[in-house]
């Protein structure tokens, strides 16, 4: 930033010419005339800058350049790469939305990557700090992702992921992870979860290498830097539901993972969940009613849909909704594993 200077010409004396007259004696000086006064005389409040140097003084420096940086291979099918083209980020998306990180914000887009849809639905929903605290937004057009690492003993080291916002499109719509949220009917072009999963393919190589499944605890582990383990639905059943009601009281991130996709109970539209599929659990509840205490378990499915279009008109489902409820034997019947964060 440069500084104005002002410099005060110095001004020759004036010598007053002699008369022969008788000489008054000389007033004296006021105290204004003193140092304090010459003091104030140069002070900048004194001399004040002219309209032309006051305005360029004004004048705000210009936004730093954009930086455009290398972008991960995007997924590839049968060895072949999917026709998705980057895209600038000249929509004017933003990091966040005006709702801030929601659960509700997370879309799972066309790449296998729904452990990982999952588990950043299941952070922000139980702290949406550590999603937040992860993404540095660094004003020229990148954002420095930190994720941790952790080794065998629970340590954990943090690293950090660069990227931009260019993103592989599909249409009008980045073609992976992206935001539900809108503002008065239209997209908020909100870039976290995209930033996020496009950070996550860097780390681990290319969205090819993130495209072909995965594990939610991993995820969570990245984001949160806390342990993540993972408990069978066939084992003692009482003390799953004891760890998945004290996670939800504790604001702990979970999420389940569905068995064979070939197994019959996921043809059944009337289920409404699909096998080698990862879903949030939102929590759990018990409802009394009664004499009776019916356990539920509340999910969301990353497709921001429960079910696939064609199976929500088989059975009526006309809202769609991506949130459900289901009973702790059903639960226990359709998924196989819970992955428990922290």
């Known amino acids: 930033m440069q500084t104005l200077q002002t410099k005060r010409a110095a001004e020759p004396q004036?010598?007053?010419?002699?008369?022969?007259?008788?000489?008054?004696?000389?007033?004296?000086?006021p105290a204004a005339q003193?140092?304090?006064?010459?003091?104030?005389?140069?002070?900048?409040?004194?001399?004040p800058l002219k309209p032309a140097t006051a305005a360029r003084a004004a004048v705000k420096a210009p936004p730093p350049p954009q930086r455009d940086l290398p972008d991960p291979a995007v997924v590839k099918k049968d060895g072949v790469a999917d026709p998705y083209a980057y895209k600038k980020n000249d929509r004017g998306a933003v990091l966040?939305?005006?709702?801030?990180?929601?659960?509700?914000?997370?879309?799972?887009?066309?790449?296998?990557?729904?452990?990982?849809?999952?588990?950043?639905?299941?952070?922000?929903?139980?702290?949406?700090?550590?999603?937040?605290?992860?993404i540095?937004?660094?004003?020229?057009?990148?954002?420095?992702?930190?994720?941790?690492?952790?080794?065998?003993?629970?340590?954990?080291?943090?690293?950090?992921?660069?990227?931009?916002?260019?993103?592989?499109?599909?249409?009008?719509?980045?073609?992976?992870?992206k935001s539900t949220e809108s503002v008065d009917g239209k997209p908020a072009h909100e870039l976290w979860p995209s930033i996020l999963e496009k950070a996550y393919a860097?780390?681990?190589?290319?969205?090819?290498?993130?495209?072909?499944?995965?594990?939610a605890?991993?995820?969570?582990?990245?984001?949160?830097?806390?342990?993540?383990?993972?408990?069978?639905?066939?084992?003692?059943?009482?003390?799953?539901?004891t760890k998945m009601k004290e996670a939800t009281e504790k604001k702990k991130p979970m999420c389940a993972g569905s068995g064979d996709k070939d197994d019959a109970k996921y043809k059944d539209p009337k289920a409404g969940v699909y096998g080698w599929h990862a879903y949030t659990v939102l929590g759990v509840e018990e409802k009394k009613t009664g004499d009776k205490t019916e356990k539920l378990v509340r999910l969301r499915n990353p497709w921001s849909v429960r079910r696939r279009a064609a199976d929500a008109a088989a059975v009526g489902d006309a809202e769609n909704k991506a949130e459900f409820t289901l009973t702790y034997d059903e639960f226990r019947r359709l998924y196989d594993d819970v992955y428990f964060n922290g």
């Open 34 to 47: 003193g140092f304090e006064a010459a003091k104030a005389a140069l002070s900048p409040a004194a001399t």
């Open 202 to 215: 860097q780390w681990k190589g290319s969205y090819d290498a993130i495209g072909h499944g995965g594990n």
């Open 217 to 241: 605890g991993d995820v969570m582990e990245a984001l949160t830097g806390e342990r993540a383990r993972s408990r069978s639905t066939s084992g003692d059943t009482d003390a799953l539901w």
């Open 14 to 29: 004036k010598v007053a010419p002699k008369v022969d007259v008788a000489r008054k004696p000389a007033a004296p000086k």
């Open 96 to 134: 966040y939305g005006p709702n801030g990180v929601q659960v509700s914000d997370v879309r799972q887009g066309a790449i296998g990557d729904c452990y990982l849809a999952a588990a950043l639905a299941a952070v922000a929903g139980t702290s949406p700090a550590a999603i937040t605290n992860a």
């Open 136 to 177: 540095k937004d660094n004003g020229d057009g990148t954002f420095t992702v930190r994720f941790y690492q952790l080794d065998w003993t629970g340590s954990k080291k943090a690293e950090s992921v660069t990227v931009d916002a260019d993103l592989p499109f599909s249409g009008d719509l980045p073609a992976y992870a």
